[in-house]
């Protein structure tokens, strides 16, 4: 996969750009939203370190390999996230449920 990588320049610069992207909305993301103007730079400065991250990829190290087990452990913890608060919506209901027959 490596191999197929290395030899695939545009394939390997969009997945890494992609995975760039997700992550930064992921896990550096303000709160509030940029200007317009910052918000262009922001992802032109991305665009420029996924193609020095493709430059590595094509020297045969596994950025794309890397970003990846990234993003799983990311949408693991998103997941767990969800699930936590869906239990504690369904163990906020129950304690509704329990206190409501006493009164």
């Given at each position: 996969m490596q191999q197929w990588f290395s030899e695939h320049h545009v394939v390997s610069y969009l997945i890494i750009l992609?995975?760039?992207?997700?992550?930064?909305?992921?896990?550096?993301?303000?709160?509030?939203?940029?200007?317009?103007?910052?918000?262009?730079?922001?992802?032109?400065?991305?665009?420029?370190?996924?193609f020095v991250l493709m430059i590595l990829q094509v020297d045969k190290l596994p950025i794309i390999q890397?970003?990846?087990?990234?993003?799983?452990?990311?949408?693991?913890?998103?997941?767990?996230?969800l699930y936590d608060k869906w239990k504690g919506k369904k163990a906020e209901r129950g304690a509704v449920n329990e206190a409501e027959p006493g009164q």
């Open positions: 992609g995975f760039t992207i997700y992550i930064f909305n992921s896990v550096f993301r303000a709160q509030q939203k940029l200007p317009l103007l910052k918000e262009v730079l922001v992802y032109v400065l991305m665009a420029i370190g996924s890397c970003m990846g087990i990234a993003v799983v452990m990311m949408l693991m913890l998103r997941t767990r996230q």
